[in-house]
Nanobody, 115 residues
């Protein structure tokens, strides 16, 4: 089992930046995929970015060039650097760990971008 703790959300003006952190209770080297999802009110949860244990990353088209996912294996932490934020990026952001056939979610952190 994996526990995930997210932090770093908040209120920011359009064009600003935030960095989200997700710390896992076990070595992220052993976790197949670490990912960030987001869910806005009335919308489905969507994948924002993901990184495999081998270091391959992928991003949603809507955030390419603005968001960067990175990992610090020594701290068991993945980061989502979000730049040039837009009001449509406002959502609850969730961290997810895929460990073999199981998926584990964090509690979520709110990101609000004002226009």
């Amino acid at each position: 089992q994996v526990q995930l703790v997210e932090s770093g959300g908040g209120l920011v003006q359009a064009g600003g930046s935030l960095r989200l952190s997700c710390t896992a209770s076990k070595s992220i080297d052993s976790i197949n995929v670490m990912a960030w999802y987001r869910q806005a009110p009335g919308k489905q949860r969507e994948l924002v970015a993901a990184v495999t244990s081998g270091g391959r990353t992928n991003y949603a088209d809507s955030v390419k060039g603005r968001f960067t996912l990175s990992r610090d294996n020594a701290k068991n932490t993945v980061y989502l650097q979000m730049n040039s934020l837009k009001p449509e990026d406002s959502a609850v952001y969730y961290c997810k760990a895929n460990l073999w056939s199981a998926g584990y979610w964090g509690q979520g952190t709110q990101v609000t971008v004002s226009s």
